[in-house]
């Protein structure tokens, strides 16, 4: 959830190293540091806030062209000062950045006090600094190695060292990290977009491995420091991509992507009106599933929710939903016969990491449904389905919900058509519903005023409810979270008929009530819930296709979708809750792209 990026070359680093953490800031964002390496000095500028902060620190006189930079999210110790990085060792030959947590930070804190360091900060980070100025026999790689056996947990680390003005070195494990290849210049960065101004060239570092950064050379190193030679990759993601492209906010750009994110998802993977995910996976093994575990986390979690309700009703394959969190420690039923998805949108969630291990573990397969190619979840699936979402910066996850939904869809496709629980015709007609869900969504997205118009009218309530019923309780999850999320509103999500069994005690005309309507077969059961609400003085809304009258006179104010088939709904009955949740952050002022306390990506248990 920290961000770093580094710098070697002939040009100024501190401009690189800070244009770097621009982009990389939402991965974290409490404070903000840099070392640079000039006349055989480290010169150290960090601070706690924001990047602005540190930008007015920095002094315009510093010209080396070596450096690294990072971006933090606390775990170990508040946001100072003294907690950010880079992190100097007790002499000041060693600096280092450092992505992840060390899990027996304590030990060795308490075993180098011993021997006469002292520390300045409560970050496990600065262990591994002084453990490199404690071990160091003068070859930095072979100095690294032993740190790294010392080390239990995850780390992408960036260190420079004083004496070495040519070169620096990177490590990870468990925790991303790249290196961008220029021309006469090299860099680092545990983000793409960080670097993509610079290069679209990269190497992807996977564990243990280890990196000698010079301006003019990469050398890669396994675990053991045996020179290896890895592939270069060409990253076609444009850097416009990764910007806001003239939308007021990352947020409202990746939501009105998102018609574009399903067609790209969807391309290549329709044939002849079917599905063909090129999965590789036997007819046999398919046949022979007879569970499946879905893990995730938070809007993930929610996505995998809304396509095991459908796999239990339309397949008949028993589904086990588990926020990832929970999953390794509550003994999970899975063995060879288990299929488990995993979903992540940036592949490094570190609950979701742990969550497929453990399934992998007990012999399931993984199938892993991810938007960054090369990540983490998508190393260590055996089969991996990419949404292709492009570049999600917001932390409310927007995009990757849609595309995670459609991906899973069609993978419900494809495994209920060879299975045989699902018939032609029936793929085929979903198929064709699913092309049509993007120009659906444009519609939604078009007609985005009268959302404004109620983000205004909830924007001072303290508290809302969201209800619904089957999938569609599903679906006021994520309408909840990203409420809660963004505009600091609680919200609640609550299956519509439970209501009456204790939390129709809170429901008052200060109360708000949003209800999801898309299922035909419950369209009275609804009705008559918010029937209850109404009567204790609730403002209703409804999300509904457009032609369900009932619902619209019934509901005080209509948030219409346009009307596809029902198993497709939760794509298109997000986007008015996406959209009421964006525009009352707005109206309320918050920081809508990075709202208080949470960080992109949870690296970190
Ligand atoms: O990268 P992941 O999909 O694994 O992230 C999972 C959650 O942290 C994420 O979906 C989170 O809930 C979002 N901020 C919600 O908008």
Redesign the pocket.
Known sequence: MCGIVGYIGDKRAQDILLSGLKRLEYRGYDSAGICILEDNDIKVIKSKGNLEVLIKKVDDQTFGSQGIGHTRWATHGKPSDENSHPHLSNSGQFCLVHNGIIENYNEIKTDLTEKGFDFKSETDSEVIVNLFEYLNDGDLLSTAKKVTEKLEGSYAIGVVNKENKDEFLVVRKDSPLVVGVGEGENFIASDIPAILEYTKKIYILDDDEMALISRGDVKIFDGNGKRIIKEIREINWSLESAEKQGYEHFMLKEINEQPEAIRKTLAGRIKNGLINLNLDMSEEYVKSINKIAVV???????AGRVVGHLIEDKLRIPVLISY?SEFRYNNPIIDQNTLTIV???????A??LAGLREAKSRGSKIVAI???VESS?AREADYVIYTQAGP?I?????K??ST?IAALFMLLMELGYKRGSLDESTVKHWVTELIGIPEKMQIILENSELIKKYAEQIKDSTSLFFIGRGVDSVSCL?GA??LK??SYIHAEAYPAGELKHGTLALITDDVPVIAVATNKSLMDKIISNIEEVKTRGAVTYGVAFEDEIKLKDEVDYFMPIPRVDEALAPLLAVLPLQLLAYYTSVVKGNDVDK?RN?A???TVE
């Open positions: 995730a986390c938070g809007t993930a979690n929610y990832a979903i992540s949108q940036s592949g490094e969630t609950d979701t991810t938007n960054v979840v999600e917001a932390v409310a996850s927007t990757a919900y995670q994520e979270l990203k999320e963004i709202p949470l992109k990506s949870v």
